[in-house]
């Protein structure tokens, strides 16, 4: 059969078992939007931004775990993209980029729109690819998703010059083996580093496993489950690893690191043995890494061989797909229990429980730690949660437990403010059944503001929570506690979000008070369509408990208990 | 550490010999801040293989994290730090020197017989110095050509080959032959 490269797109993306693609057109793309129109199973969803189609393709990946897919004009379109990129790649979110490219004979001319995307993307791909022969297109396509996919995965851009869009080919899918010969992903451990894992955590007196992405990517939640469980042995979590056990078990000390729970932190700090699972000792996580987890011996599995002693040197590195490995670790973990560890760690979280926010009284002004912890309330913590960065990402990592993997998305790695918003918009279109709330900032709203019309456009049923503290509130934070104060840039002029909504045509509601919140959980769900809710908070608050960037990771900065003096 | 107690480790590396590959590769160095002290590349035996031979500067980073980093480059085939077992490696430099008097030449002559050292090239004025050996005694023998005047160097940096049965080889062939990726004649980068 013969088709163009625009054609053979639209045809690869089928039997890859896209269903949505999220895109701007442009004229380097064209002949692509063009053979769109003899595709209208692959529905494709016009953003304002290109930011914005990255970010929807990694909430819709995340959300989904299958692969999100942008589509992209040359030059400022591709640009565009990069951030969203940039994000997918530290957080390991499989999408797949299709940029349009000038012409192959222009390429180098500095043609219009034209820019060196591959070169740009290089360092923030898993791979790319420019396209220089339609033949290859069809291999390149399927190679893309596979690695995008597989191993760690990661986002993937193929560079489509049009007149390569617009060539003709004879269209043969390459079914079979995709041969990559540098591409070899590990898969499980060898016997001795089986062994020499089991006999660290065979021998433990006071053990904690750190979960992290990894788990839930793999898929190795009841792996995880079984390991704690039968050892006996307390869980923490990374932001991104949450969802890998239920928040409320038993064992799970919740958030590790920055602003993790406390409990955690000293747990980590006091451990005889740290058993990372699928997460890889990020700077936010470990605090200073010369004090980090001192007494601890460490086990590390991680599917990228890389991540293995790059921060922390580690006892038993292994490389391998974790539910493997697990599997691999099981039959010899022995039934023990720790009861003196748990109790300890028990203790630990009595005295977080007496410096809860929660326990102050509710005065005048709303907490946006009520905001959170009510939200999670009234959605019987069962809510797909899509944050932006910032306090209430963190706010929301320590007061909305999270039961199931998958149900909260957030970047985590490369810190993305405007993320929440399309990352919410294409979560929604992976989970349509599910209920999803964006919850963002005043300040990353405003960044990505602009998909309000896509999700207008797309009647997506999303419920887009706005914490208003008229702050860029993390950064004002570390002013207070770094700059003596000085809230340079941060105070925040926003304009009024309710109206803002009416002009896009999306019913709205402001909470000012905590009765409000019931309410505004009941508004949300009587609509079918994009609504937004502004939830005025306090705007001084402070993010509980913090280790200062390159502080011991017990050395946290920690909320007095009522009755105690403010530490200044 | 300082520069001078750092140790230096080979990597040889396959990959693939298609546009791009060594952007890729070192655009991995200089994102992950390892130092490079000298990058080779030139194609193999087979069509489809380039092989590299990266020294780098052992104080800042250490060969295993480098390895593991080059192996998540989709396009490198194999890797091995040929540095830690025994091995042959070599390093060539032209070298032009002045020859415009008969001490200089002799100097040349009685050099060219204790290094493995060629004078490729002799004029009135400027002599051509070939020397290709281990990168340590082109390096000795640069200190003994220095005082008869060096004007110009040029080093194609080392490259190295495990000894005996170690063999680092791959029968790759690519899946995509097509027009572009068929002419593996020029080296593109």
Do not use: C
């Given at each position: 059969m013969l088709l163009t490269g625009a054609e053979i797109i639209m045809e690869c993306l089928l039997r890859e078992g896209v269903e949505v693609m999220f895109g701007y057109p442009g004229g380097a793309i064209l002949p692509t939007y063009d053979a769109m129109t003899k595709y209208p199973q692959l529905h494709h969803v016009l953003v304002r931004h290109e930011q914005g189609a990255a970010h929807m393709a990694d909430g819709y990946a995340r959300a989904t775990g299958r692969v999100g897919v942008a589509i992209a004009t040359s030059g400022p379109g591709a640009t565009n993209l990069v951030t969203g990129i940039a994000t997918a790649m530290m957080d390991s979110s499989p999408i797949v980029c299709i940029t349009g490219q000038v012409t192959r004979g222009a390429?180098?001319?500095?043609?219009?729109?034209?820019?060196?995307v591959t070169g740009v993307t290089l360092p923030i791909t898993k791979h790319n690819y420019l396209v220089d022969?339609?033949?290859d297109l069809a291999y390149i396509i399927r190679e893309a998703f596979h690695i995008a996919r597989t191993g760690r995965p990661g986002p993937v851009l193929i560079d489509v010059p049009k007149d390569v869009q617009n060539a003709q080919t004879e269209f043969i899918y390459p079914e079979g083996e995709i041969r990559l010969p540098g591409y070899r992903p590990p898969t499980q451990a060898n016997q001795e580093e089986v062994s020499a894992a089991l006999e660290l955590i065979n021998s433990a007196q006071r053990p904690i496993i750190l979960a992290g992405h990894g788990i839930t990517m793999a898929g190795a939640m009841s792996e995880l489950r079984e390991l704690a469980e039968r050892a006996q042995i307390p869980v923490s979590l990374t932001l991104l690893g949450?969802?890998?056990?239920?928040?409320?078990?038993?064992?799970v000390t919740r958030m590790m690191g920055m602003h993790g729970e406390a409990a955690s932190n000293y747990a980590i700090q006091e451990a005889d043995l740290i058993i990372a699972?699928?997460?890889?000792?990020d700077d936010r996580v470990t605090g200073n890494i010369k004090t980090y987890a001192p007494n601890a011996r460490k086990i590390h599995v991680d599917i990228?061989?890389?991540?293995?002693?790059?921060?922390v040197k580690v006892d038993v590195g292994i490389a391998g797909d974790v539910k493997t490995v697990l599997r691999q670790f099981l039959p010899g973990v022995k039934t023990t229990q720790h009861p003196q560890w748990i109790a300890r760690i028990r203790d630990w979280q009595e005295d977080s429980n007496e410096r809860?926010?929660?326990?102050?009284?509710?005065?005048?002004k709303l907490l946006s730690a009520q905001v959170i912890n009510d939200l999670w309330h009234f959605t019987e913590g069962n809510a797909v949660t899509i944050t932006d960065v910032g306090q209430h990402q963190m706010v929301e990592a320590q007061y909305y437990p999270h039961q199931?993997?998958?149900t909260l998305i957030t970047s985590g790695g490369?810190?993305?403010?405007?993320?929440?918003l399309p990352a919410a918009i294409g979560a929604k279109f992976g989970k349509p059944d599910e209920e999803v709330w964006a919850i963002v900032g005043d300040g990353g709203f405003q960044m990505t503001l602009c998909e309000l019309a896509t999700a207008v456009q797309e009647n997506v049923n999303i419920n887009i929570a706005i914490i208003n503290n008229a702050f860029l509130g993390m950064v004002r934070q570390w002013q207070e506690f770094?700059?003596?104060?000085?809230?340079?840039?941060?105070?925040m002029i926003s304009p009024d979000f309710c109206k803002l909504a009416e002009a896009y045509g999306i019913p709205s509601m402001r909470v000012t008070?905590?009765?409000q919140m019931e309410e505004s959980v009941q508004f949300a769900r009587s609509i079918n369509g994009p609504k937004l809710i502004e939830y005025v908070v306090e705007k001084e608050e402070i993010v509980y408990p913090m280790v200062p960037a390159?502080?011991?990771?017990?050395?946290m900065i920690r909320r007095p208990k009522p009755g105690e003096e403010v530490k200044s | 550490m300082s520069e001078q107690s750092s140790e230096k480790f080979t990597i040889a590396a396959l990959v693939?010999?298609?546009?791009?590959v060594l952007n890729r590769v070192a655009s991995l160095f200089r994102r992950r801040n390892f130092n490079m002290d000298s990058l080779t590349v030139g194609r193999t035996h087979r069509p489809f293989v380039s092989r590299m031979t990266i020294v780098v500067d052992g104080a800042r980073t250490d060969a295993r994290r480098i390895a593991t980093n080059l192996y998540k480059?989709?396009?490198?085939i194999d890797v091995k730090v040929?540095?830690?077992?025994?091995h042959v490696s070599r390093d060539l430099a032209l070298i032009k020197v002045r020859s415009d008097d008969a001490d200089s030449r002799n100097a040349l002559t009685l050099l060219c017989e204790r290094y493995p050292?060629?004078?490729?090239d002799i004029g009135a004025k400027y002599a051509i110095v070939e020397i290709t050996a281990p990168e340590d005694v082109v390096e000795a023998m640069i200190r003994e050509l220095d005082p008869i005047g060096i004007v110009e160097m040029v080093r194609t940096g080392v490259v190295a080959m495990g000894r005996g049965t170690r063999i680092l080889d791959t029968e790759y062939v690519p899946q995509l032959i097509s027009s572009n990726n068929g002419n593996h004649q020029a080296y593109s980068v």
């Open positions: 390429i180098g001319s500095d043609a219009f729109q034209e820019t060196d022969d339609v033949a949450k969802g890998a056990i239920p928040e409320n078990h038993p064992l699972l699928g997460m890889r000792f990228d061989a890389s991540e293995l002693n790059k921060n809860d926010v929660l326990q102050v009284g509710t005065e005048s199931r993997p998958s490369l810190g993305t403010m405007g993320f929440g770094f700059y003596e104060e000085r809230y340079h840039a941060t105070p008070n905590r009765e390159g502080a011991d990771l017990h050395n | 693939e010999n298609k546009p791009g480059l989709v396009n490198v040929v540095s830690q077992e025994p050292a060629r004078i490729v």
